[in-house]
Nanobody, 122 residues
């Protein structure tokens, strides 16, 4: 079973930056595509970004392109989401997700972390 643990959330002002981290552990995390979803109050969960196992492929939702950067650590079981120029509409619970395939990670992730809260004030 794959365990995903997020960290790095917090409360910031608009225009500030935050970096989220997610560590995967347990059997079977090798080869996983990993990424991030978020859920704002009263809204459905939405895809944010993903990165392939070797880091060669990344994807972002349009509203975060140019502001968020996803990366994977040397150990490959850790990913990061660098969030710059944060906006109030980025306020949400951010979840680390993972699956074996890129499309699954985008559309229907198999593994989910517990989430970390990001709050952006105007």
């Amino acid at each position: 079973q794959v365990l995903l643990v997020e960290s790095g959330g917090g409360s910031v002002q608009a225009g500030d930056s935050l970096r989220l981290s997610c560590v995967a552990s347990g059997g079977g995390f090798s080869g996983l595509v990993m990424g991030w979803y978020r859920q704002a109050p009263g809204k459905e969960r939405e895809f944010v970004s993903l990165i392939s196992w070797n880091g060669g492929s990344t994807s972002y939702r349009d509203s975060v392109k140019g502001r968020f950067t996803i990366s994977r650590g040397h150990a490959k079981n850790t990913i990061y989401l660098q969030m710059n120029n944060l906006k109030p509409e980025d306020t949400a619970q951010y979840y680390c997700v993972a699956s074996r395939l890129l499309q699954d990670t985008r559309d229907a992730p198999r593994y989910w972390g517990q989430g970390t809260q990001v709050t952006v004030s105007s």
